[in-house]
């Protein structure tokens, strides 16, 4: 669900969320301030055992009070900065938090939560139950700031955020494993041992160094060179674990970064408006810099050759 005050009238704006946002969905009180017009918007995503929202908003102090905790829930909720600052209230305690840092509240009972400066943020609810069986203890970082030091949260904070920005999971099985994973870095993030963290540290952290290293990749497949050893600098991992998490997929790192590159060039072909360029430009782009070998690579990938797969791209338009 994505919801967004640009689509009401500027008048109208503040009631309408206080009414959806803040009674129906969140229960709870929006006190706006300052001189800017008040705007906010969220995108929303539940799965099994975790609720995720990413959002931006115009200053405000988002209020729990006591009326409000009859019809509460007994949820935790991480509340992660990606722009602006943020400030906590809860339990006679306070925290400020800069981007990439964390805080942690409970949604049964009083607090105060207020995002300044264009602030954009990322949050997740877990029931306090099940938080308390991965993370036993959890309870002494409340409203405390979760440095953005940690990895985990780093990784936990890209991961969710990958996933709210997602279509649609309409799977079971994938929305079941998506969530386990977000629970395991929730785990790494807020307990330093126990079971939970064990099984955390073969599941979530791993499936989460997985997508950064990917991404990694595909973000410098225009590097001709680009090795096992430069993503593993970059994600401050060793270059065997690189090639391990990726072995685990049934690839190995120069399969993967082949498959990449060849899967680039053969969009950019199927790009008309990319036709005016010429083939081998636009595998040098994707990093390959022996135009005989990518020419045999993508024949046999494809069954067909760069400029077969272009004609007949522009011919079935």
Known sequence: MHLSTMSVPPRDRLGTWLEFYGHKLFNLEIEPFGDEPFRAEVTLRSLPGVSLSTGARSNAHYRIRRQHLKNAGDMVMLIAVLAGRGHSVQR????????????????????????????????LYVPRAVLASIAPGFDRLLVSSIDAGRESLRLLIGYAGMINNAGALASPELQLGLAAHIQDLLALTLADSG????????RGLRAARLKAIKGDVAAN????????????????VTPDYVRKLL????TSFADYLLELRLLSVHRALCDPRLAAVEVGAIAYDAGFADISYFNRRFRHRFGATPTDVRQAALAAR
Do not use: F, K
């Open 92 to 123: 006679n305690r306070e925290a400020l938090t800069l981007p990439g840092q964390a805080v942690m509240m409970l949604t049964s009972e009083p607090a105060i939560h207020t995002l300044v400066d264009s602030g954009r943020y990322l949050s």
């Open 195 to 202: 079971e939970a963290v064990e099984i955390a540290r073969g």
């Open 247 to 250: 072995r685990g997929q049934g």
């Open 221 to 236: 497949l225009h590097l001709p060179g680009l090795s096992a050893e430069d993503v593993a600098r970059r994600q401050g």
